[in-house]
């Protein structure tokens, strides 16, 4: 994209304004908060509540078990440890950590206004330039067992678990694209990959299609739901119905992959700031600069290609960099 962000209004007169708020606080949000931390902006990152789905302090890795793909631990790193360690590293250079839920963004004019813990009266913050780590959130089935087994044998993520599921049956819950790709990086290591789809017809472009139905270790289960998933500590089956004959059958499945989609954490913003036509916050040019000047965003709630840790992390070091130059070119 080639257009300029617009400029808020400047109104910049208090003493305790910061120079930078980042909201919210998985791989993004922290990298953003140690990189400014170190460039001695004196960063105060608003990372979220625990009972919050939509921006669990610490991000998605919070929820994940053993993380084996992200570079400098040869012998992998649990991925709430790795989150701590994150978190540990912003604080040890002075980055000001607020265990809270951001109600509201007044991103009208600058400095912008910030409220935690209710959207009435001033802002309880305000800031010259603001970093939007909220991330994205997974969409799932609405299984009480999903909250028990999430990084016990059911997964949202073939390339960071599809490892170890190595010569086992599995199952991939989805028709679209994202589904057919999960299917497909999964169909290198287990035994067999079954998709679970609730139509007839798949939705992923022709060509995914053609791939999936090609390989020899994918199957399709045609008009179904999953029902439930059976285990206590991990999966040990699937129950699935079918929406024709209304059969309900438990499937022996030790692994599940649930793909419907991701929903990018916008909500706080979606009116204030341009979005792409899939709802993720839109960035410029290669940076993280969204259409607000002195707004910048960073990890999954811009980035819903790679959804990486590794790559959230690389994108919160841009946006860090990128509020440092704009702060110093406002004469911050």
């Known amino acids: 994209m080639s257009e300029s962000p617009s400029a808020p209004a400047a109104a910049d007169s208090s003493d305790d304004v910061r120079n930078v708020i980042i909201v919210g606080s998985g791989p993004a949000g922290l990298t953003a908060a140690i990189y400014t931390a170190r460039a001695s902006l004196d960063p105060l990152i608003i990372e979220g509540e625990p009972s919050s789905t939509s921006d669990q302090p610490g991000g998605q890795l919070m929820l994940t078990t053993e993380v084996e793909n992200f570079p400098g631990f040869p012998d992998g790193v649990m991925g709430p440890e790795l989150m701590s360690s994150f978190r540990a590293q912003a604080a040890r250079f002075g980055a000001e950590i607020l265990t809270a839920k951001v109600t509201r963004l007044d991103l009208s004019a600058q400095p912008f206004g910030v409220w935690v813990g209710g959207d009435d009266g001033e802002p309880t913050y305000r800031a010259r330039s603001v970093i939007i780590a909220t991330g994205a959130s997974s969409l799932m089935l609405g299984l009480e067992s999903e909250r028990r087994l999430l990084g016990h044998g059911l997964s949202t993520c073939a390339t960071c678990d599809g490892f170890f599921f190595r010569d086992q049956d599995i199952c991939v819950v989805g028709g679209g694209d994202s589904a057919l790709e999960e299917a497909m990086f999964l169909s290198r290591f287990a035994r067999t990959v079954t998709v679970i789809h609730r139509r007839e017809e798949l939705r992923a472009s022709r060509i995914m299609q053609d791939r999936a139905m090609a ?56 009116d204030q700031l341009a979005l ?33 840790a590794i790559t959230a992390a690389g994108s919160g070091c841009m946006a860090a960099i990128d509020a440092e130059r704009w702060l110093e070119s406002h004469g911050h």
């Open 276 to 308: 792409e036509d899939n709802g993720y916050l839109r960035t410029f040019d290669g940076t993280s600069r969204t259409s607000l000047d002195g707004v910048f965003a960073c990890g999954d709630v811009q980035d819903h290609w790679y959804r990486q």
């Open 215 to 270: 390989n020899e270790k994918i199957s399709f289960l045609w008009n179904n739901v999953v029902e439930d998933i059976v285990g206590d500590d991990k999966v040990e089956g699937v129950v699935t119905r079918d929406l024709v004959s209304g059969d309900v059958v438990t499937q022996p499945f030790t692994g599940v992959f649930v793909a419907i989609g991701h929903r990018p954490n916008t909500d706080l913003f979606a």
